[in-house]
């Protein structure tokens, strides 16, 4: 199937509050035009170095997604245009992405990655670590920064009951964040999570952003 025909499956399949993020990872230009002129605006990188080329020669209404792991170092070359940041994790980082956001005069959104599987490999936040960023005066201090909410990985397993259930827990950590922290801001309403192989578990889960990339442009080479 084509990369359009899979997109159109994908929007037939996914409920209307479920955004499609097309992860176009390693793939080229024309592949990412195949989807632009079938109307797809989302798009997820995982490389800062391919996220600020592809921008500088795509559409410019493309919104495009970092969802992988950031380095503060790096900020400053997706902060001019970033959309959405999926996969913060430490509170070193939020502040270099709040100086870079006020540097470019915005509000860079991001998600905070919460640590769900149980495998070693996986970056993110325990609950307890979440807590204690929101909840610290440097956080509270950063004006150029809006969190929306929260972002997530699952085991690289084929137990569905496990991936389930580490989806569970996410969708907990931000219901429990939206009825407390994020009681009184109507725009913490995201939860990032399921993939090509994972994204109907996912929004069963209540995910509200999946990030599909082989599934759209078929499998990756390295
Ligand atoms: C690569 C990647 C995806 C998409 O993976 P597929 O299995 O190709 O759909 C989603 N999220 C993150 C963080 C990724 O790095």
Redesign the pocket.
Known sequence: MGIVKKLQSLYQELPAHVTLVA?S?TKPDEMIMEAYHAGHRDF?E?KVQDLAAKQERLPADIRWHM??HLQSNKVKYIAPFVHLI??VDSLKLLGIINKEAIRNNRIIDCLLQVRIAKEETKFGLTEEELMQLLQSDSFREMKNIRIRGVMG?ATYTENSDQIREEFRLLKRIFEMLRGSLFSEQPFFDQLSCG???DYRLAIEEGSTMV?????IFGARNY
Request: hydrophobic share 35%; glycine share 30%.
């Open positions: 992860v990872k997820g995982n969802i992988g999926h996969g990985m993939m090509s192989g990030r599909i990339g082989s599934l």
